[in-house]
Every structure is written in C-alpha cells, then in structure tokens.
C-alpha cells in the first residue's frame, strides 16, 4: 500500500523553510526564503540555520561562505595613492635636506639655525613614513606603533618649528642693544623641546601600559564584510596624544603669530605662522572627518592628515629658501639678508 502525497504543498527546496498555512492540515505550507546571514541545506527544512558571524549566507540561501576581509591595502588604489604620496612627501624631504647640507654654509642656512634645520627634516621624514604603517592588515604590533609613532613623531615635528620661532625671537632680542641673553635664550629652546617631547612620550607609554590599541574584527558595520580596524583601546589615551600635538600646536601658531611683525631679516616667523595656520586648519577638519567615516575610509582621513600637515609645515617654511638658494643665489648674501630689515 502506497503512502498518500500531499497534494497541498510542493516540496520546499534548499534556501527555504516551511511555514504551516493557518487553518489548513500540517501538510498545507509555504515555502518561505530564508533571510539574509541564514541557510536551510535541505529540502523541507522547517528553520533556518544563522551562518557563524565570519560567514555570510549565498545567493541561494543554501551554503554559508566566508566573508570578505576589509582593510586599507596597497594593492587597491586608495592605498596606492596614499603609499605613493608617503614615499613622495620622504623623497622630497630628502632631497630638502640635500640641497641645505650642500648649501650649509650660505647665509640663508645659517641664519635659521641649520641645526633645527636638519632635525625638522629628520622629523618630517618620519612624519611621511609613519603613515605606511596605518596601510596593511592590522596586526598587533602594527596597531600599537601606528598611533604611538604618530604622536612622538609629530611632537618632535612640532618642537622643532616651536624651536625655530624661539630662535627667531632670540635672534631679535640678542640684536637690541645691551643684551647678553642669546645662551639663556639657546638652553631654553633646547630644554623645551625636550621636555615637550618627553611628555608625549610619557603619555604613549602610559597609554601602551594601561590599555593599548588592538586588532578587531568588526561584525557590525557591514553584514557582508569583516571590517578589520585598530581598536583604540583606550579613547583616553588617543585623544589625549591628539590633544597634546593640538595644544603645542595652537601655542607655537600664538608664538610665531605674534612675532610676524619683527623686522623682515627675521621674517621666518611669518613662513611658521602659514604653516601652523595649515596644520591646524587640518586637524580641526581632521575630528568630525574621522568620527563619520567608516571602516577603512577613517584610517584614509588619519593618513590623509599625516600627510597634508607633513607637506603644508615641509612647503611653507622650506620651500622659500630653497627657491633663493636655487634660483636667486645672488640674494643668498650676508648683506642682504641683512639689508631687508633696513631697507623696509
């Protein structure tokens, strides 16, 4: 004797799962497709089966497949942009740092401190190549340093160009009659950009201890996606090296900005001022940029802030004088840096 087929209702296929027909026998049902993430690998399944948070479910609803890992990469043109800007912005560094040690000599380079010089250079070169290290899958180590490296590098940047105001400050007052004060002048600049820059140290120390950054798997971002990201560990410790590089910055632009108006001889305060008004200008847009964007696309912001400060403090106080060491040598004089603040 042959069992009775329902007549009701087909067999419900693979990706699907029955739902009973209310007020109809347990034979009647509907084949509903199973939603997004979950799976049914049988035919006339009655639940669905949530894929692991890793996986995600086909097209057909019937298999489960492992999701796509996102994160900034060198291999897609984003990345490639930003690499290739990185290595520009430490070439041209370079090449900066070339012309003023084969120009050492001149007036132009001595007059602004070649010593601060070589070491703003220095430090914009690992300004530039700290950003290669937010590019790449994140690892643990990847994930501390990127952050760290960022603020201690940037700090060093940042007390170089403060350095630099001081000395222009200390050149005007050395230059009034009756002053003596150029060595109290030098050992203050030298002493606080040491302390300027031991304190940020701390602060990454402190934040690496209590609570470093750390790779994550992000499941809720996309539902088809693993966004993989740096945690920040604790938000504390990173806007804290944030604010810190804000603050020494907001002070260095008040420093520079209040001596743009010393005779033109000393002029370099006005080039420091442009360049901090830039930086500035960059990391204020900087934060709401950031906290909008998502996944990968934040740390594209963070580079693109790296670089952008990096370029406007390498162009605004470097450029002009390699332009009169390169094209008007003639003006690379003694006398007439001299003369400029005579002649206005």
């Not at 009034?176 to 040491?194: F, I």
């Not at 360049?275 to 200008?281: E, V, Y």
């Not at 594209?300 to 406007?312: D, M």
């Amino acid at each position: 004797m042959q069992v009775p087929l329902s007549v009701c209702s087909e067999k419900c296929p693979a990706g699907t799962r029955q739902v009973l027909q209310r007020g109809k026998p347990v034979c009647c049902y509907d084949c509903l497709r199973c939603a997004e993430g979950e799976i049914s690998n049988s035919t006339d399944s009655t639940t669905c089966v949530r894929c692991h948070p890793e996986f995600w479910s086909n097209a057909r609803r019937d298999a489960c497949v492992r999701k796509k890992a996102e994160f900034l990469s060198n291999k897609e043109i984003m990345g490639a942009l930003l690499t290739a800007a990185s290595l520009f912005g430490t070439g041209i560094t370079n090449v900066v740092a070339l012309i003023f040690f084969r120009y050492r000599h001149t007036p132009i380079v001595r007059a602004n401190n070649s010593e601060l010089s070589f070491l703003l250079l220095f430090s914009l070169t690992l300004c530039f190549l700290c950003s290669l290290t937010f590019i790449g899958r994140p690892t643990q180590w990847s994930c501390m340093l990127r952050h760290t490296a960022f603020g201690i590098t940037f700090v060093l940047c940042i007390s170089c160009v403060l350095g630099k105001t001081l000395v222009v400050l200390m050149a005007f007052q050395a230059s009034l009659p009756g002053s003596n004060d150029e060595m109290v002048w030098a050992c203050t600049a030298e002493t606080q950009r040491s302390v300027f820059h031991l304190i940020q140290v701390m602060i990454c120390v402190l934040w690496l201890t209590i609570a470093p950054p750390f790779p994550l798997k992000n499941f809720r971002q996309s539902k088809d996606k693993i966004i993989l990201e740096c945690a920040l560990g604790s938000a504390l410790g990173f806007w804290a090296v944030l604010g810190y590089i804000g603050v020494l910055a907001l002070f260095c632009f008040i420093l520079a900005f209040l001596a743009r108006k010393l005779p033109n001889n000393f002029n370099e305060a006005k080039f420091i001022t442009f360049s901090m008004l830039i930086f500035c200008a960059v990391w204020i847009t900087f934060i709401p940029a950031y906290i909008s964007s998502p996944g990968k696309f934040s740390v594209a912001v963070e580079i693109f802030a790296i670089l952008a400060s990096s370029f406007g403090l390498l162009f605004c106080i470097f450029f002009p004088k390699c332009y009169l060491i390169l094209l008007k040598p003639e003006n690379n004089t003694k006398k007439n840096i001299m003369a400029k603040g005579a002649q206005k």
